[in-house]
């Protein structure tokens, strides 16, 4: 394990998201093509949780969010961020919230 420092943890910017559209990539098992919703910003994630997850069944989730990475191009597309998630041996849960939180939200 890596340590980084505080100076640069602080730097990430963690959101609240909500997927507002999911498809699948063409050639691809695991990749999804994601709209999230960030309140006053919509960014296009790409994730590979294709495995897990049918494009249906991610619509209208709330999950956490990385925006502020640099975009990152994945089988031809600008992936904007990432969707945060654990993986449990054969299982991945998205991490989201326990309560109702306004989309946007900062997570700190």
Known sequence: ????????????????????????????????????????????????????YTPEELIDKVVAVVVNLSPKKIMGFDSEGMILAVKDGESLSLLGTDKEIKIGSKIS
Do not use: P, W, Y
């Open 1 to 52: 394990m890596e340590i980084i420092n505080f100076e640069d943890f602080i730097k990430i910017d963690l959101r609240i998201g909500k997927i507002i559209e999911a498809e699948k990539v063409e050639g691809s098992t695991k990749i999804i093509k994601t709209i999230v919703d960030l309140g006053e910003d919509k960014k296009q994630v790409l994730a590979g949780i294709g495995e897990f």
